[in-house]
């Protein structure tokens, strides 16, 4: 019973050692009689007991890494404390066994580094201007050199460029000239556009009222030609009509008497205004003679009238 007991137990531990389960995104690394022998996958392995055993177990997934603040200098030497966080994977079990004793020191001492070597070749204000580039250079620099660790670096971010407290007073001074600047231009700008506005406007409007003008002149112009041409048609007819009545059987005698009374009337007008002396003619056939010689004119002037028609 004894006996029986001393092997269940030996057997349990042979299976024990024998059967290894590996967890997902992680790989175990074997050797046997201390040497390298297999990298087990997930799922389960069998190994031999007492002869293999698992040296080095590795996490496939991805490892962020908190590198340390350091003091870097600037090409116009000036003093920048950075600290950045680090992506990386193993891709390689059996590099990151044997290729490094403690590969995350390496990868950290390496980055550290590398972005000392980055902004050694930069100006204070292109550190903070090109922060993608950077991070790139330090990616590319860390990698070339962790392929022999079976490490893969993924990304690299700086987390924070803090200059000292001389530098940012002297930038935020510039900050606030700058700001101060473009405060200025904006308001001389806005008052130079307010006098281009109110000149448009005012010729505009010196534009639209010389158009009123100029209209308004040509329409007044355009109704006195009116009225002189209706004006001269009217006498143009009146007279027409006065020489078609003349050409009627005696129209002739109606026109002197028409003269005759006008002659009249005349004369009775001078005579009743006040202080006026009138002077008659002696001889009173004068005043024939007067319409005959008007006869005798509107008679001058009837071939005119024909061809006018």
Known sequence: MYIALILLVVAIVFVIRTLKVVPQQHAWVVERLGKYDATLTPGLNFIVPFIDKVAYRHSLKEIPLDVP???????????LQVDGILYFQVTDPMRASYGSSNYIVAVTQLAQTSLRSVIG??????????????????????????????????????????????????????????????????????????QINIATGEREAFIARSEGEKQAEINQAQGQAAAILAVAEAKAEAIRKVAAAIQQPGGEQAVQLEVAEKAVDAFRNVANEAQTTLIVPGNMSEISGLIAASMRMIQAGRPSDHLSK
Request: glycine residues 2%; proline residues 2%.
């Open 121 to 194: 070749k930069l100006e204070l204000d292109k550190t903070f201007e090109e922060r993608d580039m950077i991070n790139a250079a330090v990616v590319q620099a860390i990698d070339e050199a962790a392929l022999n660790w079976g490490v893969k670096v993924l990304r690299y971010e700086i987390k924070d460029l803090t200059p000292p407290a001389e530098i940012l007073r002297a930038m935020q001074a510039q900050i606030t000239a700058e700001r101060e600047k473009r405060a200025l231009i904006a308001a001389s700008e806005g008052r130079r556009q307010e």
């Open 69 to 79: 603040s350091q003091v870097c200098i600037t090409r116009d030497n000036t003093q």
